[in-house]
């Protein structure tokens, strides 16, 4: 069964870092093309950054262009989000996504993990 | 960047009422949209891709329909399961990936 779980969530104050994880079981991430997308309290979805699955091409949306970096561990199996010089406004919780092969919807989900940026 | 629009915000339906949602891109988008399900507390999860496929394990009481720039996803017979959130996505032009804000499904 193929699932994804992440972590790395907290507390932080503007201006800070903090790295989520995403932990996939079930397949192998450096197989895959995944994304980073989260919700702002009751709000919808934003997409936040995709990495293909080579890591060759990254996208990142502009909200958080220079500030975020999406990366792979293939040693861990896990998928990664360097998050800097954090704002209020990127309060969310911050969902994992697994696409489609040659492209698509995003098919496995993780169950989020909750940044709040607050001073 | 395509802008997805989903209407109504808000459907009231009655238990084993049918629910018509709808979507429309700011421009064509082929057959390359997505529906997601979102219940409270929970992570979405895919429901249709390719506008009309549904992902595995979904009912058939939920269809989606349309291309190009307008959309229908359809619950034919709703379940008290069914009573959430629903977004449609469009993945033909990106970067970026871009979502509805959401159709809220809630009980009449």
């Known amino acids: 069964q193929v699932q994804l779980v992440e972590s790395g969530g907290g507390v932080v104050q503007p201006g800070g870092s903090l790295r989520l994880s995403c932990a996939a079981s079930g397949i192998t991430l450096s197989n895959y093309d995944m994304h980073w997308v989260r919700q702002a309290p009751g709000r919808g979805l934003e997409w936040v950054t995709f990495?293909?699955?080579?890591?060759?091409?990254?996208y990142y949306a502009d909200s958080v262009k220079g500030r975020f970096i999406i990366s792979k561990d293939n040693s861990k199996n896990t998928l990664n989000l360097q998050m800097n010089s954090l704002r209020t406004e990127d309060s969310a919780v911050y969902y994992c996504?697994?696409?489609?092969?040659?492209?698509?919807?995003?098919?496995?989900w993780g169950q989020g993990t909750i940044v709040i940026v607050s001073s | 960047e395509i802008v997805m629009t989903q209407s109504p915000a808000t459907l009231s339906v009655s238990p084993g009422e049918r629910a018509t949602l709808s979507c429309r891109a700011s421009q064509s988008v082929s057959s390359n949209l997505a529906w997601y399900q979102q219940r409270p507390g929970q992570a979405p999860r895919l429901l249709i891709y390719?506008?009309?496929t549904r992902a595995t394990g979904v009912p058939a009481r939920f269809s989606g329909s349309g291309s190009g720039t307008e959309f229908t996803l359809t619950i034919s017979s709703l379940q008290s399961e069914d009573f959430a959130v629903y977004y449609c996505q469009q993945y033909n032009n990106w970067p970026p990936w871009t979502f509805g804000q959401g159709t809220k499904v809630e009980i009449k």
């Open positions: 996504a697994k696409q489609f092969p040659f492209g698509g919807a995003f098919d496995i």
């Open positions: 990495t293909r699955s080579d890591e060759i091409k990254k």
């Open positions: 390719g506008a009309s």
